[in-house]
């Protein structure tokens, strides 16, 4: 009985084995389209409670590893934005990179992007009020 359990447990291991593997690799970064998806993907801007919408650029350089190489620098800040706001999205740029990184890429992809600078935008617009409904046809003629 102990020997099936274990000729059971090994066929079905060796079914999935196959299937963790194919799902582990395809998680791994091929491209840098998958690169920035990833990074957007990972992007939580600030409540609009803490700050107003605002756009934001930041440059960040990769090793070959996923990790993050030196210092991000952030190039662009909406002129708008005020202080508080500039800080919050600073905070969560930083926060996105520590929740990204390292990133999965390939072997090939990390050796074509290792040192080489990524500009990453992140651009938050305001909803505008939808415009109330112009009804000319119900509009009231002057006589």
Not at 55 to 73: A, M
Not at 108 to 125: E, T, Y
Request: glycine share 6%; aromatic share 6%; proline share 10%.
């Amino acid at each position: 009985m102990a020997a099936r359990r274990k000729s059971i447990a090994w066929y079905a291991a060796a079914l999935l084995l196959p299937m963790l593997t194919a799902k582990a690799e395809a998680q791994q970064l091929d491209t840098i389209k998958d690169v920035v998806t990833k990074l957007h993907g990972c992007w939580r801007p600030p409540p609009l409670s803490r700050a107003n919408p605002m756009d934001i650029t930041v440059i960040v350089s990769f090793n070959r590893e996923g990790g993050i190489l030196g210092h991000p620098r952030i190039t662009y800040e909406s002129e708008q934005a005020s202080d508080n706001d500039r800080l919050q999205y600073r905070i969560a740029v930083m926060e996105t990179l520590q929740r990204c990184t390292p990133l999965p890429f390939t072997e090939g992809l990390g050796g074509a992007v290792a040192g080489r600078p990524f500009v990453v935008p992140f651009r938050i617009r305001k909803t505008s009020p939808k415009p109330a409904e112009r009804r000319a046809w119900l509009s009231p003629k002057i006589p």
